[in-house]
T-cell receptor, first 112, second 114 residues
């Protein structure tokens, strides 16, 4: 039973560049949430997608955007990267109406 | 607004000793509560959750937690720890709104020593 798959696992970008992170949810899940985990901190909620629409958003600037596809997979896009965007980005999937979140192993983004 | 406070950033403990990781939350509405574990360079794994019912919740790997509404706490306990329990533990809260986000604490690093 495949869990949540995130790609890539690591990447390095330069300030000002743009990045796209990808997430495939657990089989049977229809909702995808993204979290940012800076070093030494707890994960912070970025946004949640359901039925291809952004349903909730945390306190992140609009440089952070996302998309959900008909197969429930999702992308997180970050534009105009800042050094402070360096973090572990976690994707969590769930089934709408149920409190069972499954997290992926994350994408480690380093901005230099 | 919701918030979670994990009262200890690090907890050192000897193998086979008991441990308690403390978590307090703040919310204006009824909540769901969670404990997750994160091993180095990995994602989050759910240990246990409180949604309703009995305030004593049992999870995986011998962990349990007790929901105390009057003290707004959800402390995690294990009667006897193993070296393999060394990891970072996160307490999280979500309110009862349908499909709402998780709000996490800053984490507690549990270091089990032999």
């Amino acid at each position: 039973d495949a869990g949540v798959t995130q790609s890539p696992t690591h990447l390095i970008k330069t300030r000002g560049q743009q990045v796209t992170l990808r997430c495939s949810p657990k089989s049977g899940h229809d909702t995808v949430s993204w979290y940012q985990q800076a070093l030494g901190q707890g994960p912070q909620f970025i946004f949640q997608y359901y039925e291809e629409e952004e349903r909730q958003r945390g306190n992140f600037p609009d440089r952070f955007s996302g998309h959900q596809f008909p197969n429930y997979s999702s992308e997180l896009n970050v534009n105009a990267l800042l050094l402070g965007d360096s973090a572990l980005y976690l994707c969590a999937s769930s089934l709408r109406g149920y409190y069972g979140y499954t997290f992926g192993s994350g994408t480690r983004l380093t901005v230099v | 607004a919701q918030s979670v406070t994990q009262l200890d950033s690090q907890v050192p403990v000897f193998e086979e000793a008991p441990v308690e990781l403390r978590c307090n939350y703040s919310s204006s509405v009824s909540v769901y509560l969670f404990w997750y574990v994160q091993y180095p360079n990995q994602g989050l794994q759910l240990l246990l959750k409180y949604l309703s019912g009995s305030t004593l919740v049992k999870g995986i790997n011998g962990f349990e937690a007790e929901f105390n509404k009057s003290q707004t706490s959800f402390h995690l306990r294990k009667p006897s720890v193993h070296i393999s329990d060394t990891a970072e533990y996160f307490c999280a809260v979500s309110d009862l709104e349908y499909g709402n986000k998780l709000v996490f604490g800053a984490g507690t690093i549990l270091r089990v020593k032999s």
